[in-house]
């Protein structure tokens, strides 16, 4: 609760998006839980919420990423866009992708990785995996790869089940 700066009002919200998740996903709460104890305190303050982290998480969990290697994977994602080293600046460049909104504050990961999607359909294999492997890291690039592979659709449909989730852990 703390780390998304919920207030304890807000703990049905928190286990209705953490039941929404596992009902909609191949996780469980565990899963999810230990999957947000890593990517959290991250997320929250890049501009990411609560239920958008949790859509993530799930679809992530649909294949086959799950708990704590699945936080750990955004959370590493996402350190990487904050502080980009001049190769991912390089890489952005060349993609044409901004990482950043008007404000200069970092745009919510769901954004971005539909933003990375349509720049890298555009490249070869090579190329792709070569540019995915820079923004992602090494240690995270099963979980990007998955993330920029999963059709739209099936990102907006877990968003919107995750702010749809009134009443889901009853």
Do not use: C, H, Y
């Not at 191949?26 to 958008?52: M, R, W």
Request: no cysteine.
């Amino acid at each position: 609760l703390k780390a998304f700066k919920l207030d304890v009002s807000e703990s049905g919200r928190f286990a209705d998006v953490l039941a929404q998740g596992a009902n909609r996903s191949a996780a469980d709460v565990g899963d999810l839980g230990a999957a947000l104890k890593q990517v959290a305190p991250v997320a929250a303050v890049t501009n990411n919420s609560l239920e958008d982290t949790t859509a993530l998480l799930s679809i992530l969990a649909n294949n086959a990423v799950r708990g704590a290697d699945a936080g750990s994977d955004l959370r590493g994602i996402l350190s990487r866009l904050t502080d980009p080293s001049k190769e991912l600046r390089t890489i952005l460049k060349e993609l044409n992708v901004s990482i950043t909104d008007s404000g200069g504050r970092l745009k919510p990961l769901v954004q971005l990785v539909a933003e990375f999607r349509t720049a890298l359909n555009g490249l070869n294999d090579a190329d792709r995996l070569r540019a995915a492997s820079v923004i992602a890291g090494q240690e995270n690039l099963k979980s990007f790869l998955n993330l920029v592979g999963t059709a739209p659709s099936q990102i907006q449909a877990m968003q919107l089940a995750m702010l749809e989730a009134d009443g889901a852990a009853k």
